[in-house]
């Protein structure tokens, strides 16, 4: 079983829609979640970062986590063209002394005009 | 202006040849990455520096060699290059090892291999 699994699509939606990204893992050490946007060609963006179980909100964007579960999710609000773009989730994992992102393999999302 | 930079950003070369892609960045952090992303969008880590120390090395051949002239700088040279290297190769910074949740990437150097 691979550490992070993420469904990786394609997801294709209409203008306005709401767009739910998950991702599983199966690490209990995983501390810190992340969701990064990557445009095409383009190296991965930051969206949001969460610590403990719960929701949290930026704008249209608003990450879950559910640790018992093992599960992340993203949703995106009333989405837009310009949200079309690759959405990878990403764990923190110690490793010998320090720290390393494991990434899920990317969810690619296109939403139509 | 741009807080991760890479060079070059398109690298075509052939089998057998070594090649080198620099990073830079400009945000003050201490800490610098190397990640691999595939084909298939997979981005895995190789490497990261903290203040000029190899903290993180995975399990990545030796013809890969990073260096790290200065924690603003992190390279990553590549002898005998093969196929399977074609990738393309991200650095990403963060303020210390500890911040991965703040991580930024840079643009990406796209390297084929032929």
């Known amino acids: 079983q691979k550490e992070v699994e993420q469904d990786p699509g394609p997801l294709s939606v209409p203008e306005g829609a709401i767009v739910s990204l998950n991702c599983t893992y199966s690490n209990s050490a995983f501390q810190y979640f992340m969701w990064y946007r990557q445009y095409s060609r383009k190296g991965p963006e930051l969206l949001m970062y969460?610590?403990?179980?719960g929701n949290k909100e930026d704008g249209r964007f608003t990450a879950q986590v559910d640790k018992s579960s093992k599960y992340i999710s993203l949703f995106i609000r009333d989405s837009q063209p310009s949200d079309s773009a690759t959405y990878l989730c990403a764990m923190s994992a110690p490793q010998g002394g320090s720290e390393k992102l494991v990434f899920g393999k990317g969810t690619k999302l296109t939403v139509n005009p | 202006d741009t807080a991760v930079s890479q060079t070059p950003k398109y690298l075509v070369t052939q089998m057998g040849n070594d090649k080198s892609i620099k990073c830079e960045q400009n945000l003050g952090h201490d800490t610098m990455y190397w990640y691999k992303q595939d084909s298939k969008k997979f981005l895995k880590i190789m490497f990261s520096?903290?203040?000029?120390?190899?903290?993180i090395n995975e399990t990545v051949p030796n013809r890969f060699s990073p260096k790290s002239p200065d924690k603003a700088h992190l390279n990553l040279h590549i002898n005998s290059l093969e196929l399977g290297d074609s990738a393309v190769y991200f650095c990403?910074?963060?303020?210390?090892?500890?911040?991965?949740?703040?991580?930024?990437f840079g643009p990406g150097t796209r390297l084929t291999v032929t």
């Open positions: 520096y903290n203040n000029k120390e190899l903290i």
């Open positions: 969460t610590y403990s179980s």
């Open positions: 990403a910074s963060s303020q210390g090892p500890g911040q991965l949740y703040e991580q930024y």
